[in-house]
């Protein structure tokens, strides 16, 4: 007998909603075949079947969220060498999902002490409320598991995500009344969360520095037009990728990872490049990989195929992970024209796109000249390289786009 | 009649004049809201003018009544009383108006605008009032439903509220039932039966739903059983009623009980099977709001329904059809439409029988407490050790209450003697306040008085039954 059990499957993940089984108990499946589809707050996965076996019990209903550890089904599977394996691995996966108690076991555990008596005094539960906490949430470390003011207040220093700011007091003068708007609130879980720890993670590690440069994309715009006379449609982010790459070529420390443990740093040798995306649950980072081994047509089509999958919640773990170095375009949203970007944590650097402007521009010989202007922000960790090479790797990256015909020279 | 082409703007709308409405609109209006108060029938509610408070003058009137022959030992001799039904209803008329006057002079001084009619919604934010001749919409910021409830009968039952009676038309009884039969067993059936068999009645209680006892607390149960037994009560248990039918001047329960017909012949029978929350008129069928499956609207702690700007409050909500209840929830309404953070909770909700001798009761009882806890202690002291319940006569009766035996913690506090209804209290704190044993012996209480028995109470220690 075997649990399949909901692993880490990446990018931390703590729990994950169960969205469709493609099997039943009774059914025979083969080693990886696939048997229930989860969606986690970044992706959707499959578990795949660990041996040739038949299904037992199908542990979880559909459209319940459980955390990882969490048995998902049983099934019987053939071979003993394969269920040894597979006991093991699930004895790993138990005490990683202890590690982890989620908020909502403790909960449970208090509720099930207390058969859903609140252990606290009419005045300590005023506190809760009136700090927006729920009391239920609360863990009491007094008598008989007693919910004490301390207890209240720890829990609200503890950051307590569900605080909800007390709306205004009462009102004036009856001549006329206004009414108080309820304050709404949205769980804080998720993407939302997964953003939230991976951006305060990263600039409490990263020693951040952002400098800004303005480029001329005039000539690039011109190369875009007349491939698109010939019906060869590509993007301005799919060339930017190209010219990172080729920057990152010349300036490798840019495409690395600092291990401070171990006091090394890691050089990559491939650009996976991760692109910035906005999809309704918030920013994701799909990933582009071996981009200094593809043409412009090939990042376009894929960057094209990934934005489509990011919308659609269709992203897998590969999809996600591995990326080297990461860009944000913000150019189409037609607004700001800087930034100091987050960088995506162990990766260096960071390059945000700006708001492309017609502007009057001086050249060489004091003549003005009207020309398509971008601003970029340019993050880099201070901890791994330098402001000198920062603006050199800039300098070099605006060199390409100013002057394209130089990415032939790097053709292969 | 004419309709009304112009929504008026009203800023918070109550439907419902009962304990929770009244309330509710005196404290939405001290928190500085315009309030719109709709009544069909009269200011007060069932509590005021059919239910808590017209009781409350016939229970008085039986206990003082029980009272009378004990006088003599006082040295007050007056003789065989003579009981008028008709003077005692016109003090409980007196009464209610009194009271009924009391809320409308303080609906006045907080500006609220009565409006008296049907009121049914006609969208989210609309809602219609019918006084017969005129139909006037109201456009609402909030609306707070407390439209209440009325007695429950089902089972074909016929109320002719003349032979066969329910609780609002066993109080406008002209003469006293010759021979009165009760069904139920809730506080209802209880004072009613314990009343009119003071008033001269005879009468039989059969419990409903083929209870084999009321849902007291054992220790309750048992001592409840003696004491109707002694004053001649007849009580059935475990019986299936069949019908109910009047022929004339008698009125004949058919029961059923271990596959054996019983019937009584009585003159007249009074049922008392609960309430059924009056949400079929309100034209709630026309928004989307959450109901329970027996019609009940569905709130939140915050009293707020599916539908962000309307609330419920009082009988018409889930839970227990007690006045206690729907005052709390009127102050909590308010509180959550002035953005104040407020909270219901109905854990310990006190249950109180105006009984001769009363009953009252708040927490566990024995049986839950060791179904949750395991093992649990129990402690006891009966009013004969109680020098003050001596002085007054009064030696029947106890107090009791359950701790868990692992952390001392109190979880539930049961009374019936004289006293019980004020003594409860002290064991609602309690509960609250999260005590433990010593937190409610350590205390000092008068003596000589019934509170007394609290600090007298001794502990018997109940070990969970091993489950097989």
């Given at each position: 007998m075997v649990e399949v059990k909901l692993h880490?499957?990446?990018?931390?993940?703590?729990e994950a909603e169960i969205?469709?089984?493609f099997v039943k108990a009774g059914d025979s499946v083969k080693a990886d075949d696939p048997l229930v589809e989860v969606q986690t707050d970044k992706m959707t996965a499959e578990i795949p079947a660990p041996a040739n076996g038949t299904i037992e019990e199908l542990k979880i209903e559909e459209g319940t969220t459980i955390s990882v550890g969490t048995t998902v089904l049983v099934m019987n599977a053939e071979g003993a060498i394969q269920k040894q394996e597979e006991s093991k691995s699930a004895e790993e996966a138990a005490p990683q999902a202890e590690k982890i108690p989620t908020s909502s076991s403790a909960a449970t555990a208090v509720m099930e002490k207390t058969q859903g008596r609140v252990l606290a005094s009419p005045y300590t539960r005023k506190i809760a409320r009136d700090h927006g906490v729920d009391i239920e949430n609360v863990e009491g470390t007094g008598p008989a598991g007693r919910i004490m003011d301390e207890d209240v207040y720890r829990f609200i220093d503890g950051g307590s995500t569900q605080e909800v700011e007390p709306a205004e007091e009462k009102q004036e003068a009856p001549s006329r009344t206004y009414t108080d708007q309820q304050p709404e609130s949205i769980p804080f879980k998720g993407r939302r969360k997964q953003i939230a720890k991976k951006m305060s993670h990263s600039l409490h590690t990263i020693a951040h520095c952002t400098h800004f440069e303005e480029i001329d994309v005039t000539d690039v715009q011109e190369w875009r037009k007349e491939w698109k006379s010939l019906d060869q449609g590509v993007s301005m982010t799919a060339i930017f990728i190209k010219a990172i790459s080729l920057t990152l070529k010349d300036f490798p420390m840019f495409n690395a990872k600092l291990d401070e443990e171990n006091e090394m740093i890691h050089l990559e040798k491939d650009h996976h490049i991760g692109i910035a995306t906005d999809t309704p649950d918030g920013l994701i980072v799909p990933v582009i990989h071996h981009v200094n081994q593809k043409s412009i047509k090939e990042i376009h089509e894929e960057m094209k195929s990934l934005t489509a999958k990011a919308q659609n919640n269709e992203l897998t773990s590969k999809d996600m992970t591995g990326g080297t170095f990461t860009i944000s375009n913000v150019g189409p949203m037609q607004g700001s024209i800087g930034a100091t970007p987050i960088i995506n944590h162990p990766e260096v650097g960071l390059m945000a796109f700006h708001k492309t402007k017609r502007r009057p521009e001086v050249r060489g010989d004091d003549e003005i000249v009207i020309r398509s202007m971008m601003n970029v922000s340019m993050s880099f960790d201070h901890r791994v390289v330098d402001g000198a090479s920062a603006v050199t790797f800039t300098n070099r990256f605006a060199q390409l786009i100013e002057h394209p015909n130089l990415i032939t020279l790097e053709l292969v | 009649m004419v309709v009304g082409e112009i929504a008026e703007e009203k800023d918070v709308v109550i439907i419902g004049g009962g304990p929770g409405g009244y309330n509710a609109a005196i404290n939405a209006a001290q928190h500085g809201f315009r309030v719109t108060l709709i009544e069909k029938e009269q200011i007060g509610g069932i509590c005021l003018n059919e239910g808590c408070i017209p009781s409350k003058v016939y229970t008085t009137s039986a206990k003082k009544l029980s009272e009378v022959p004990g006088l003599s030992s006082f040295g007050i001799d007056v003789g065989e009383p003579n009981f008028s039904l008709g003077n005692l209803q016109s003090y409980r008329d007196q009464v209610v108006t009194t009271l009924r006057k009391g809320v409308e002079a303080l609906c006045k001084k907080n500006k609220i605008e009565m409006v008296e009619g049907h009121a049914s919604f006609l969208s989210e934010d609309r809602i219609g009032v019918d006084n017969g001749h005129q139909f006037d919409v109201f456009h609402f910021n909030h609306a707070i439903v407390a439209t209440g409830s009325r007695p429950r009968y089902g089972q074909g039952l016929d109320v002719d509220h003349k032979r066969i009676l329910d609780s609002r038309s066993i109080f406008h009884l002209e003469e006293v039932p010759e021979h009165l039969i009760v069904y139920g067993s809730d506080y209802i059936a209880l004072e009613v039966a314990m009343s009119y068999h003071q008033f001269g009645s005879k009468v039989s209680l059969v419990l409903d739903g083929g209870k084999n006892d009321f849902d007291f607390d054992s220790s309750i149960n048992k001592e409840l059983g003696r004491l109707l037994k002694k004053q001649k009560i007849k009580l059935y248990k475990s019986c299936e009623l069949k019908s109910v039918e009047n022929q004339g001047e008698e009125t004949h329960v058919s029961l059923l009980k271990n596959e054996e017909a019983v019937l009584l012949e009585g003159s007249h029978a009074f049922i008392s099977l609960g309430h059924q929350p009056n949400t079929e008129e309100l034209g709630i069928d026309r928004l989307k709001m959450d109901l329970s499956e027996e019609g009940h609207i569905k709130v939140d702690k915050q009293m707020r329904t599916s539908i962000s700007n309307i609330y419920a409050i009082g009988d018409v909500t889930e839970g227990a059809a007690l006045a206690v209840k729907a005052i709390k929830q009127s102050e909590v309404v308010s509180d959550t439409i002035a953005g104040k953070p407020s909270e219901f909770d109905g854990t310990f909700l006190p249950t109180v029988v105006h009984s001769i001798p009363p009953i009252a009761s708040v927490g566990l009882t024995e049986e839950e407490a060791k179904d949750q806890y395991g093992d649990i202690r129990v402690a006891q002291f009966g009013y004969g050790g109680n020098g003050y319940a001596t002085v007054h006569g009064k030696r029947e009766g106890f107090i009791k209450y359950i701790v868990d035996?692992?952390?001392?913690?109190?979880l539930g506090f049961h009374g019936l003697g004289e006293g019980a209804v004020e003594l409860v209290s002290t064991g609602t704190v309690a509960l609250e306040m999260v005590a433990r044993d010593e937190d409610l012996k350590f205390p000092h209480y008068p003596h000589p008085s019934f509170n007394e028995s609290i600090s007298l109470a001794e502990f018997t220690t109940k070990r969970e039954k091993v489950k097989s």
């Open positions: 880490d499957i990446g990018e931390g993940m703590t969205l469709h089984y | 035996d692992a952390t001392d913690l109190v």
